[in-house]
């Protein structure tokens, strides 16, 4: 059974920093695009950062570009996302996502894409 299961959110001022983690259970890890999504109430679901699991290409919206950074343990098969001054416009609930199709930029702007989903974790930034 697939399983994603996020941890690491929390309360923080800005400027301060996170690290989520996405542990992956339940599929063959390597190979696959997977992706951090955040989502504030009402809003629609916005790609953050995505990597290519044991490729380790990585792509990056560009409002978190040099602030945020995705990585991997392909051996923990556990996603990453250090996030780095943090912005109040940050606070939203993050969400670990994968998808067996290409990964690349662009994937970022396709959640439909991504088939399976964690159930998220709350981030809130203050200001």
């Known amino acids: 059974q697939l399983q994603l299961v996020e941890s690491g959110g929390g309360s923080v001022q800005a400027g301060g920093s996170l690290r989520l983690s996405c542990e992956a259970s339940g599929f063959t890890y390597s190979g696959n695009c997977m992706a951090w999504f955040r989502q504030i109430p009402g809003g629609a679901r916005e790609g953050v950062a995505a990597l290519y699991t044991g490729g380790g290409s990585t792509y990056y919206a560009e409002s978190v570009k040099g602030r945020f950074t995705i990585s991997e343990d392909n051996a923990e098969t556990t996603l990453y996302l250090q996030m780095n001054s943090l912005k109040p416009e940050g606070s939203a609930m993050y969400y670990c996502?994968?998808?067996?199709?290409?990964?690349?930029?662009?994937?970022?702007?396709?959640?439909?894409?991504?088939?399976?989903w964690g159930q998220g974790t709350q981030v809130t930034v203050s200001s």
């Open positions: 996502a994968v998808s067996g199709g290409a990964c690349h930029w662009g994937a970022l702007r396709s959640p439909a894409n991504f088939a399976f």
